[in-house]
C-alpha cells in the first residue's frame, strides 16, 4: 500500500480509506408505505363516524316524538269489492296526508310505492309520482286503485270476505314503500327506505268515509 508523505518529505501513515455507508433497500420506502397506509385508514374511520353521526341526528331530529314526520289516511272511497271464482274486482280511492312538522328538514320522495292488501294477500301494486316536501308542510296523496286481480281466498279468510260482505265494512291495509332522502340545509342525506302501514281500516262499500279507527300509519325501517 502506498504511503503517504508532505511535501516536506514527512511521513503521515497510510492513506485512511473513505467511509463506507450501508444501507437496506426498501426499509424507508415500506416505512412511509405504513405510515400512508395508516393515515388513510384513519381518514376513512373519521369520514364514516361523520356520516354516522350525521345520520343519527337527522333521524333524532325528524322522527323524534315531538317532530315526527305523520301519515294519516283522511278519506277512503270504496265503490267495488266484489270476489267471484278466485278474482277480486275493486275500485278504491285513498286520500293520505303527510305532514312534516320540522322546521329546518326537507324530505325528497324519490320514489313511493301504494300497494293494497286484503286477508294479508297484495291485491294492486301503483307508482306514484315523486315530489318534495318542504318544512313545516302538509303533503296529500291521492292514491287511486282500480281493476281486478286474481286472489284465492280459503277456509277462514272466505269465512271473513263473506262476514264482511254481509255488513259492508271491508278490513283493508294501505302499504307505503318509500325511498327517501332528507335535507338539513345544505346537506342531504343517503337514502331511506321505510315502509308505511295502515292497517287500521275499515272501509264501507258505497260513499265516502273516515277511515278506520284513526286512519293513522305507522312507520318502519
Known amino acids: 500500500m502506498a504511503e503517504k508523505q508532505g511535501l516536506n518529505g514527512a511521513y503521515y501513515g497510510p492513506a485512511i480509506p473513505p467511509p463506507r455507508h450501508y444501507h437496506r433497500p426498501g426499509r424507508g420506502s415500506s416505512c412511509c408505505g405504513c405510515c ?10 373519521f369520514t364514516v363516524l361523520a356520516l354516522v353521526g350525521l345520520f343519527l341526528l337527522v333521524v333524532w331530529l325528524i322522527f323524534r316524538p315531538i317532530n315526527k314526520v305523520k301519515f294519516h289516511v283522511t278519506d277512503v272511497a270504496l265503490t267495488e ?13 285513498f286520500n293520505v296526508n303527510i305532514r312534516n312538522p320540522n322546521k329546518k328538514i326537507g324530505i325528497y320522495y324519490d320514489r313511493i310505492e301504494a300497494k293494497a292488501f286484503y286477508e294479508g294477500q297484495r291485491f294492486v301494486y301503483q307508482s306514484l309520482t315523486p ?8 303533503t296529500v296523496l291521492n292514491v287511486v286503485f282500480n281493476g281486478q286481480q286474481p286472489v284465492t281466498l280459503q277456509g277462514q279468510e272466505l269465512t271473513q270476505f263473506n ?28 337514502r331511506f327506505k321505510p315502509k308505511i302501514e295502515c292497517d287500521d281500516l275499515k272501509i264501507p262499500l258505497i260513499g265516502l268515509s273516515a277511515a278506520g279507527s284513526s286512519g293513522k300509519c305507522d312507520i318502519k325501517f
Open 131 to 138: 315530489f318534495y316536501q318542504g318544512h313545516k308542510n302538509t
Open 163 to 190: 262476514s264482511e260482505k254481509a255488513s259492508g265494512l271491508y278490513s283493508i291495509t294501505l302499504e307505503l314503500s318509500l325511498r327517501v332522502r332528507f335535507k338539513l340545509g345544505k346537506v342531504k342525506t343517503t
Open 36 to 45: 400512508c397506509l395508516v393515515t388513510f385508514l384513519l381518514k376513512v374511520i
Open 81 to 93: 269489492f266484489n270476489h267471484t271464482n278466485n278474482m277480486l274486482r275493486y275500485n278504491l280511492t
